[in-house]
């Protein structure tokens, strides 16, 4: 296994959680990590990214000011900081990696297996 997600679970609307996806050396150090989301019956959402330095990160709008993505190089591990959570955030969130800063899955070569977040109203 390379990417390993974890943290998920339930919580309540207006709860938080963090996500911890740790990596493969190999891949860590050298690439861009990335958190999407799936939901039932939807397509695959961009929601973050670091690059490698950590000194840039990109957000969708639509958990933009609640969503954090951060890494620790140390650890070879991104972490998703989610705040606020939405009944509408319930899905499966995956980790990636990629080479480049990039909201489309298609950019990422490495996917983790994802972890289940359900947030109840």
């Known amino acids: 296994v390379q990417l390993q997600a974890s943290g998920g679970g339930l919580v309540q609307a207006g709860g938080s959680l963090r996500l911890s996806c740790a990596a493969s050396?190999?891949?860590?150090?050298?690439?861009?990590m990335g958190w999407f989301r799936q939901a039932p019956g939807k397509e695959r959402e961009f929601l973050g990214a670091?690059?490698?330095?950590?000194?840039?990160?990109i957000y969708a709008d639509s958990v933009k000011g609640r969503f954090t993505v951060s890494r620790d190089n140390a650890k070879n591990t991104v972490y998703l900081q989610m705040n606020s959570l939405k009944p509408e955030d319930t899905a499966v969130y995956y980790c990636?990696?990629?080479?480049?800063?990039?909201?489309?899955?298609?950019?990422?070569?490495?996917w983790g297996q994802g972890t289940l977040v359900t947030v109840s109203s």
């Open positions: 990636a990696a990629g080479t480049v800063v990039r909201v489309t899955a298609s950019a990422y070569n490495y």
């Open positions: 670091i690059n490698r330095s950590g000194s840039l990160t």
């Open positions: 050396g190999s891949i860590f150090s050298l690439n861009v």
